[in-house]
């Protein structure tokens, strides 16, 4: 019965082991982000919409809805650049006028990729399921401090 239990215990740890691993900095190592997102942050309703992988890029839409009007939009997109992966952004107001200047992006260089989670430096997507994502966001707020916003979507 005890060596039933060490068994138990090593295949466990070896699977969310395996799962912890590291994988090539490819978008087919990512494409579980691809979908169709529904959640809640910022006090309001958001969904991000993902491309399948393509011609070197996946790329999204973010809207956030409060009191049943857009509050912003994102353009995101996921890019493979020198044998990793870069994400990059632009706000835009609910009229489509630009936060970042012309030619700006708001750019996470890639950390980390395993099988179950993309981290970029202040932007990591989280695989709970196939239907379901965490995204966690580093925001600076008016003291200088980072705080880290979670988005809990479901696929839609």
């Known amino acids: 019965m005890k060596y039933l239990i060490i068994l138990c ?11 912890n691993m590291q994988v090539e ?6 494409a579980w982000i691809s979908g169709n997102w529904k959640g809640e ?23 956030l809805i409060n009191d049943g009007k857009v509050s912003f ?8 650049v020198e044998n990793t992966l870069i994400l990059q952004l632009k706000h835009f107001d609910n009229d489509l006028k630009g936060w970042e200047t012309k030619n700006e992006t708001v750019d ?11 981290v970029f430096e202040g932007m990591t997507f989280e ?14 707020n ?15």
């Open 9 to 19: 215990f090593v295949f466990t740890w070896s699977s969310g082991a395996q799962n």
């Open 25 to 30: 900095p490819k978008l087919e190592n990512c």
């Open 41 to 63: 942050a910022f006090g309001g309703q958001t969904e991000e919409n993902w491309s399948e992988p393509s011609a070197g890029s996946m790329m999204a839409t973010f809207k």
């Open 73 to 80: 939009y994102e353009i995101e997109i996921i890019r493979e």
């Open 108 to 118: 996470f260089p890639l950390k980390e990729i395993t099988e179950n989670k993309v």
């Open 127 to 140: 695989k709970v399921s196939d239907t379901e994502m965490n995204v966690f966001v580093d925001i600076e």
């Open 142 to 156: 008016e003291d200088g401090e980072i705080q880290i916003v979670q988005f809990n979507y479901k696929k839609q």
